[in-house]
């Protein structure tokens, strides 16, 4: 009678590439987001936009249009 445990070498293989497979596609999960990150990063420096810059870009953009609106 056979072990009812026991893992052929087949479904070893399967579950090998299987978690190989999940590996890969994590990894270019977390390159992906790293490399969103980095850009962001890029475009706020150089783009300097600051919470005070932001504010004040806002405030001016509700300004104008009140103005424009009347």
């Known amino acids: 009678m056979a072990d009812p445990g026991a893992v052929n070498a087949e ?7 299987l978690l190989a497979s999940n590996r890969t596609m994590l ?3 977390r390159i992906r987001i790293a490399l969103s990150f980095a850009g962001l990063g890029f475009v706020v420096a150089k783009f300097g936009r600051t919470a005070g810059m932001i504010r004040f870009a806002g405030g001016a953009l509700l300004t104008a249009y009140l103005a424009v609106s009347t």
């Open 11 to 17: 479904d070893s293989v399967r579950m090998r590439d």
């Open 27 to 29: 990894a270019w999960i």
